[in-house]
């Protein structure tokens, strides 16, 4: 039977300002990557999200950026591999103890913008994220964009990773997504879900300039905040569940 994963990026209110549909998204996902307060997110926000999960039974990711609250951590930032290793360091250490209050405990970390793009590309940077997930929980898994260096250096060291794809961001010929700080209203939320049916069945998606390759999706990720997202969640996984895919968290899976 096919199964797959559906993780949101979750947690990134803070203070006075507002982001994503959390709670509406909750009931349609099975793993959410919680914010840790560096580009998103804040102590408050942190425990409400965890909460929330919890009475979801949605499984928990820590979700860490670059300290770059401004920008939303999709700026570059030229720190060392020993600063971003504190940098996760720091940021998963304040999601677990959170998710240890709540009785739970984090399943898997996926890198947030601008630090999970050049990972993608940058060997050394992918294994200074991995050798931190590994150090902190050598069962945590990573998630990787299809044909991505993180994935690649993964497989090399024997840590957990799971491959993941988009459905609300387009994919391009080399594995990876074109990168936009918020979506487009989506128009046609059955085509959507047809074409992550596509992902998890077929292993083929079209990508952002007409070709059709191949991918393999063990998790797909809904964003919280492109207008919308509710609905595409809900029609994803009524398409799913038509087509015969069992949507289940990634511990699950792997």
Wanted: with cysteine; net charge negative.
């Amino acid at each position: 039977m096919y199964k797959v994963d559906l993780n949101c990026d979750m947690g990134e209110s803070f203070g006075l300002y507002e982001l994503g549909n959390d709670e509406e998204m909750m009931p349609y996902i099975t793993s959410a990557n919680i914010a840790c307060g560096y580009h998103g997110g804040d102590p408050h926000v942190m425990r409400k999200t965890v909460e929330l999960a919890r009475k979801y039974d949605v499984a928990i990711g820590a979700h860490p950026g670059f300290p770059d609250l401004l920008g939303f951590g999709r700026r570059q930032l030229a720190c060392t591999t020993s600063e971003v290793k504190d940098y996760l360091t720091y940021q998963v250490g304040a999601l677990r103890e959170f998710v240890r209050v709540a009785g739970g405990e984090i399943q898997h970390c996926k890198p947030h913008g601008a630090l999970f793009m050049r990972a993608m590309e940058d060997k050394e940077l992918a294994r200074a994220i991995l050798e931190t997930v590994h150090d902190i929980d050598p069962e945590m898994v990573v998630y990787a964009l299809n044909q991505s260096a993180v994935l690649e250096e993964a497989i090399k060291m024997g840590i957990p990773v799971a491959k993941e794809t988009y459905s609300d961001r387009e994919h391009t010929a080399n594995g990876s997504i074109v990168m936009t700080r918020k979506g487009s209203q989506i128009q046609d939320y059955e085509t959507m879900a047809q074409r992550v049916v596509r992902m998890v069945k077929e292993g083929k998606v079209l990508t952002n300039n007409g070709q059709d390759v191949s991918v393999t999706a063990e998790t797909v990720c809904i964003h919280g905040d492109t207008p919308g997202a509710p609905d595409l969640a809900r029609a994803i996984v009524e398409a799913l569940k038509t087509a015969g895919v069992e949507v289940a968290a990634i511990k699950n899976i792997i």
